[in-house]
């Protein structure tokens, strides 16, 4: 070990070791003068005698007397040999007993690796301040470049959020703000909550191979409890206890129980209906939905949808028509949005929300409308509830400016990288 300065490195020599571990000359030669004593017979107990004899006497600690050595009293503390036990654990030590050591040659002085790193910059012109000649002081010897607080740097790209993921989270954390609980449900779902229990006749179009997608293994799953399957049944072939007269078929619990992958996110709605809600209540889902489609820039097989619905007697239509609206211009930032009468099976009356992108025109991105009672009554919910479903995908291509569905999951990194840093 040893100590860094602008010179250098200071180490022990092999002789300065061997002081360190045995002590120095002139400390033994003090020890064993426990009462005068020749020259002759100190000579040949302490190796480098003469040594010894001229740093004792040079520090005062022996005299001679009629030819014979006599210890003048207990020495302090030997400043060489605390220096030495200095420099081994890697202290510093004073110049002055630095220069004693280097002339009785017990140290030796060797250039670390950082000074002749630092060395070799020594009177040209440098632009950064490295480590090595911060250590060794040669920044003082060295010609910084000016720096020029006007010259623009080098943009730097951090990791950050996906843009659409950030959308969703943004979405979904406005909701919350809202008051909204958030809703769930599995993403394989039975024909029963996705078309059955929203009142969706078996025989609808909707429900052909061409518009929704079924599990090939397993096909079919547990339907729930067979108060709420009896119930549903009766609603879809004679309206039940809810003033309608059904759809008029035989109901067939065997096509409910098939499996799809979720086909819309109102599958959440109606599991929370029957698990139970608050009322007044709010509630939302953001799920991935499919359904075959022809692939193109506002359409795609696998989609997201932001489901929500409301419970209060005392909202009306126009409430949920304003919570549309509120979506599309503070969450999406569409400038215009417009209204059409719609139908849905499960929903009376209904309404469709389109925005108006600033390239593509009009884009539809939401369905809404009021339960039908032939949904919520078997479901055990008998106060009105308001529903919605937007498309968040075509939300989002009007938040990030996009022209094309697709390119909510660009791998273009360039447009990945002028999107914004959020925490």
Same mark, same amino acid.
């Given at each position: 070990?040893?100590? @860094?300065?602008?010179? %250098?490195?200071?180490?022990?020599? *092999? /002789? #300065? &070791?061997?002081?360190?571990?045995?002590?120095?000359?002139? !400390?033994?030669?003090?020890?064993?003068?426990?009462?005068?004593?020749?020259?002759?017979?100190?000579?040949?107990?302490?190796?480098?005698?003469?040594?010894?004899?001229?740093?004792?006497?040079?520090?005062?600690?022996?005299?001679?007397?009629?030819?014979? @050595?006599?210890?003048? %009293?207990?020495?302090?503390?030997? *400043? /060489? #040999? &605390?220096?030495?036990?200095?420099?081994?654990?890697?202290? !510093?030590?004073?110049?002055?007993?630095?220069?004693?050591?280097?002339?009785?040659?017990?140290?030796?002085?060797?250039?670390?690796?950082?000074?002749?790193?630092?060395?070799?910059?020594?009177?040209?012109?440098?632009?950064n301040l490295t480590p090595e000649l911060i250590k060794t002081g040669l920044w003082k010897d060295v010609k910084l470049r000016p720096y020029?607080?006007?010259?623009?740097?080098?943009?730097?790209?951090?990791?950050?959020?996906?843009?659409?993921?950030?959308?969703?989270?943004?979405?979904?954390?406005?909701?919350?703000?809202?008051?909204?609980?958030?809703?769930?449900?599995?993403?394989?779902?039975?024909?029963?909550?996705?078309?059955?229990?929203?009142?969706?006749?078996?025989?609808?179009?909707?429900?052909?191979?061409?518009?929704?997608?079924?599990?090939?293994?397993?096909?079919?799953?547990?339907?729930?409890?067979?108060?709420?399957?009896?119930?549903?049944?009766?609603?879809?072939?004679?309206?039940?206890?809810?003033?309608?007269?059904?759809?008029?078929?035989?109901?067939?619990?065997?096509?409910?129980?098939?499996?799809?992958?979720?086909?819309?996110?109102?599958?959440?709605?109606?599991?929370?209906?029957?698990?139970?809600?608050?009322?007044?209540?709010?509630?939302?889902?953001?799920?991935?939905?499919?359904?075959?489609?022809?692939?193109?820039?506002?359409?795609?097989?696998?989609?997201?949808?932001?489901?929500?619905?409301?419970?209060?007697e005392s909202l009306t239509f126009k409430e949920m028509v304003g919570v549309l609206k509120m979506f599309a211009v503070e969450v999406a930032?569409?400038?215009?949005?417009?209204?059409?009468?719609?139908?849905?099976?499960?929903?009376?009356?209904?309404?469709?929300?389109?925005?108006?992108?600033?390239?593509?025109?009009?884009?539809?991105?939401?369905?809404?409308?009021?339960?039908?009672?032939?949904?919520?009554?078997?479901?055990g919910v008998e106060h009105p509830v308001l529903a919605w479903g937007l498309g968040i995908d075509r939300l989002a291509m009007f938040k990030?400016?996009?022209?094309?569905?697709?390119?909510?999951?660009?791998?273009?990194?360039?447009?990945?990288?002028?999107?914004?840093?959020?925490?």
């Open positions: 070990m040893c100590i @860094l300065n602008r010179s %250098g490195n200071y180490k022990l020599t *092999e /002789e #300065g &070791e061997k002081y360190l571990q045995e002590g120095l000359p002139e !400390e033994k030669l003090v020890k064993i003068l426990k009462k005068p004593m020749g020259i002759g017979e100190a000579s040949k107990r302490i190796d480098n005698f003469h040594i010894a004899m001229s740093w004792a006497k040079k520090k005062g600690w022996i005299r001679l007397e009629k030819g014979k @050595l006599v210890s003048v %009293g207990k020495p302090e503390k030997s *400043e /060489e #040999g &605390e220096a030495l036990r200095r420099l081994s654990q890697g202290k !510093e030590i004073g110049e002055k007993t630095l220069s004693t050591l280097l002339r009785r040659k017990l140290v030796r002085k060797e250039k670390s690796d950082a000074f002749k790193k630092a060395s070799k910059l020594v009177g040209k012109e440098v632009t020029d607080i006007t010259v623009t740097g080098g943009k730097l790209y951090p990791g950050k959020r996906q843009p659409y993921n950030r959308f969703i989270s943004q979405v979904r954390e406005k909701l919350a703000q809202m008051g909204f609980k958030e809703m769930s449900g599995p993403i394989i779902e039975s024909e029963f909550w996705n078309f059955d229990a929203l009142f969706q006749a078996q025989d609808h179009p909707s429900r052909d191979w061409t518009q929704t997608y079924t599990l090939k293994k397993p096909k079919r799953g547990d339907l729930p409890a067979k108060k709420i399957v009896d119930r549903v049944g009766a609603s879809h072939e004679n309206g039940w206890k809810t003033g309608s007269t059904g759809w008029g078929y035989k109901w067939d619990p065997l096509k409910a129980a098939q499996l799809m992958p979720r086909a819309h996110g109102t599958a959440c709605s109606a599991r929370q209906l029957v698990k139970g809600v608050d009322i007044p209540g709010k509630y939302f889902a953001i799920k991935r939905c499919f359904r075959p489609d022809v692939i193109d820039a506002t359409h795609g097989v696998e989609f997201n949808q932001c489901e929500g619905i409301i419970i209060d930032g569409a400038e215009k949005v417009r209204f059409f009468p719609d139908y849905y099976p499960f929903t009376e009356p209904s309404v469709q929300l389109s925005a108006k992108h600033p390239e593509m025109g009009w884009i539809e991105f939401a369905g809404a409308g009021i339960f039908r009672p032939e949904m919520t009554h078997p479901l990030l400016g996009i022209g094309d569905i697709r390119y909510l999951f660009s791998q273009d990194i360039g447009w990945l990288r002028k999107q914004k840093v959020t925490v």
